[in-house]
């Protein structure tokens, strides 16, 4: 089966998309891929907010924790990857993010975001929806 990409190399491609995009952003990557235990951040950057409207920063001050989950489907999807971060899946994250914080002791407010990646079927296309601060926990 040559020319088939598996699974994992889109999801690393996805990731690999999202960690540049933030970092054009001014976001810095500070963890890819972070675990504990059964809990995995696919990306946590520090950086401003972004702007849910244009996908840049708003005030590039004030500095925030970004727990980043990537998500990927091909672009023939009929569902956006962003919108696939199910209420399970926020618990996870919301624990992943509590256990980082109290392990690095960090100081900065933490949001969640959502970076959806349709990858075209040649691989040479990308669109991204990102979704900031996606969901509020409930601490």
């Known amino acids: 089966m040559e020319g088939k990409t598996t699974t994992v190399e889109k999801g690393k491609t996805a990731e690999e998309t999202a960690a540049s995009w933030l970092k054009e952003r001014g976001l810095d990557i500070l963890e890819r891929n972070w675990r504990c235990h059964h809990l ?10 972004l702007s849910a409207e244009t996908s840049h ?8 924790l970004h727990i980043v989950e990537v998500r990927s489907r091909a672009d023939n999807s009929p569902i956006e990857p962003d919108l696939t971060v199910d209420n399970k899946k926020q618990k996870r994250l919301i624990n ?9 002791r960090i100081h900065l407010e933490a949001m969640f975001d959502i970076i959806g990646i349709q990858i075209s079927p040649s691989q040479k296309r990308f669109s991204i929806t990102v979704r900031p601060d996606a969901f509020r926990p409930q601490w």
């Open 57 to 64: 920063p708003l005030n590039t001050a004030q500095r925030f």
């Open 96 to 104: 992943a993010a509590d256990a980082y914080i109290r392990s690095h």
């Open 40 to 49: 995995e951040v696919d990306i946590i950057a520090e950086g401003p907010m």
